[in-house]
């Protein structure tokens, strides 16, 4: 449980200094951003909006997944409107094992709702649907998933989710009469 988990993270640091927890925790992000390297008098920006792009989507937890090998339980795309140009290509080719966890929420989410959500906020521990917006961002997350050959996705289901998700009712609706959604 995340009880339990929490838990042993104390138990793993319990016996460090603030010092070294911070130098751990520093080393992390090293290895985070060390993935580019950038020379010169744009470094220090480069690497600060770097670091600021990595933050989110956050990870909720380190537990096992029931039903998928990785561990990940993504939150805080908020809204996807806002990451699906910018930070999330950017994990695609960055760090494609964490894009996996991202794309696999998702599909999650999807699977119990049989919807794709417009946000994933941590606040309220949930999905969003925001109306017409950003209904289908989610199916050009799950594109750059591809077209970065990212693995660890299950692009059957992938697809499955996405043709399910085009032809729900609102959707529907939205393509027949176009003008609902461009008010």
């Not at 964490?98 to 309220?124: E, H, S």
Request: negative net charge.
């Amino acid at each position: 449980s995340s009880t339990d988990r929490s838990r042993q993270h104390i138990d793993d640091i319990k016996h460090k200094s603030f010092d070294q927890v911070a130098l751990e925790a520093c080393q992390r992000w090293n290895r985070e951003l060390s993935n580019v390297t950038v020379e010169g008098e744009v470094a220090d920006l480069f690497y600060t909006a770097l670091y600021n792009a990595l933050k989110k989507p956050v990870n909720l937890c380190e537990e096992p997944h029931p039903t998928r090998d990785d561990a990940s339980s993504y939150a805080d795309f908020a809204t996807l409107w806002d990451l699906y140009k910018t930070h999330l290509p950017l994990h695609s080719l960055l760090s494609p094992s964490r894009y996996a966890g991202m794309m696999n929420t998702l599909l999650d989410i999807f699977d119990r709702k049989k919807a794709f959500p417009g946000a994933v906020l941590v606040q309220n521990h949930g999905d969003e649907e925001y109306s017409n917006q950003a209904k289908a961002l989610p199916h050009v997350a799950l594109a750059q998933a591809i077209a970065a050959g990212v693995t660890g996705i299950d692009y059957r289901r992938a697809v499955d989710a996405m043709a399910g998700d085009l032809f729900r009712t609102g959707n529907l609706e939205a393509m027949e009469h176009p003008e609902s959604v461009l008010r």
